[in-house]
């Protein structure tokens, strides 16, 4: 056989999240009345304000290279943004990347050796472990305690060590995680001399509590690579626009990185994201709104089939245990009711008979999808 493909990719599975949506979108063009609940971006168009500027910027010929970190005045707007919820920082910490997916994967390979040990909470969302993987790096997964909002790092934590992941409101569970947490986590990177990333891309999407950012925690400002973007609070996934905020010597070395590879955010679409994060809020606020009265419908519906769920507090997932192999379930649950959803499976390790449902789609399809549930599981 030739050899072609290297073993650092091959190492990498194929998307699980895909291959449902794939045949989600199969079953649909046979006319098939597919309820779609494994989506992770928003059914809002983006503000109209933010496309504008970006129409503007290109009508005034800013369709040229910017420079690599991003221009000066989204690296303002970051800042700024940061330093309003009370962060010490300046535009020097901030990069902006070509959606926050890139921002993790240029994170990771600029911190990250081969055999480095990185933590990850099982269940995470999907795209850190291959980027890890990629990086050379092991992955160290570490299930949820009971009810989701606490890990127990303190077991799995080593001196090789380099990195722990967090990511409050999270994704698949819908959780964020409590003071207490966020502490002991800190506390246990200040004695591992560990990093920490913070991927905070769900933190405008809360309807309880407050999300907090593990870099408020004293002395983690610089260990902490803030993870954020405009995907979900701006409803903007096909923009491809997002950012890391980190100490300078971190975001230097991302910056190398992304030079000689995307160069930059598309140079119009940055200037998006100023109008996005200087512009009117009313936006955000009215997506939220929509987003807490629909994990409501769900999650009265959930409670009433008796099924156990994450707190759902952000974000806007639930995870719930189905009681049964959920890669089957959500199969079956497809073929026979459509409505697709998302196993447990593709997440991690341990909650393979747990399901993730999205409701970034209309209380209309929630009610029928739930009803579609009730039945399918009685
Ligand atoms: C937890 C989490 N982080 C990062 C991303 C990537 O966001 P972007 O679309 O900005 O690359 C997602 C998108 O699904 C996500 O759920």
Same mark, same amino acid.
């Given at each position: 056989m030739v050899k072609t493909i290297s073993k650092r990719v091959k190492n990498i599975s194929p998307s699980a999240t895909l291959t449902i949506s794939a045949e989600a979108k199969k079953l649909a063009s046979m006319g098939k009345p597919v309820i779609n609940? !494994?989506?992770? %971006?928003? @059914?809002?168009? $983006?503000p109209k304000h933010i496309i504008d500027a970006a129409e503007k910027a290109m009508k005034e010929g800013k369709t040229f290279y910017t420079p690599t970190k991003g221009i000066p005045e989204l690296l303002d707007a970051i800042a700024d943004y940061y330093s309003e919820k009370g962060f010490d920082i300046s535009p020097e910490n901030v990069i902006v990347t070509p959606g926050a997916k890139y921002a993790i994967f240029e994170a990771i390979m600029s911190v990250i050796d081969e055999g480095d040990e990185v933590i990850l909470l099982d269940p995470s969302w999907v795209s850190y472990e291959p980027c890890i993987k990629v990086a050379g790096g092991k992955v160290v997964w570490v299930p949820h305690s009971?009810?989701? #909002?606490?890990? =127990? *790092?303190e077991e799995y934590i080593t001196r090789k060590t380099k990195l722990i992941i967090i990511n409050s409101? !999270?994704? =698949?569970?819908g959780v964020i995680y409590p003071e207490k947490f966020l502490k002991k986590i800190r506390d246990l990177a200040i004695d591992y001399e560990t990093l920490v990333l913070s991927d %905070? /891309? +769900? @933190? &405008? /999407? *809360?309807? #309880?509590d407050k999300a907090r950012s593990i870099a408020e925690f004293e002395d983690m400002l610089e260990k902490t690579i803030i993870i954020n973007g405009f995907s979900k609070t701006y409803s903007m $996934?096909?923009? &491809?626009l997002g950012y890391a905020i980190a100490n300078k010597d971190i975001v230097k070395y991302m910056t190398r990185l992304q030079s000689h590879s995307v160069s930059h955010p598309t140079s119009f679409v940055q200037y998006a994201g100023v109008a996005a994060l200087k512009g009117d809020q009313s936006c955000v606020d009215k997506m939220v709104k929509e987003f807490k009265v629909r994990r409501d419908i769900m999650m009265e519906h959930i409670k009433d089939m008796g099924l156990e769920f994450a707190p759902p507090k952000g974000a806007f997932y639930m995870f719930v245990n189905v009681n049964k192999d959920s890669m089957e379930f959500c199969e079956k649950f497809l073929k026979e009711k459509y409505v697709a959803t998302t196993p447990g499976k593709a997440f991690g390790? !341990? +909650? !393979? $008979?747990w399901i993730r449902l999205s409701y970034a789609t209309s209380r209309e399809n929630i009610e029928e999808a739930m009803n579609r549930l009730a039945e399918f599981i009685s």
């Open positions: 609940m !494994s989506v992770g %971006e928003p @059914d809002f168009n $983006t009971a009810g989701f #909002e606490d890990a =127990p *790092v409101p !999270s994704n =698949p569970l %905070e /891309i +769900y @933190d &405008r /999407i *809360v309807f #309880e $996934t096909g923009w &491809r390790n !341990s +909650y !393979s $008979t």
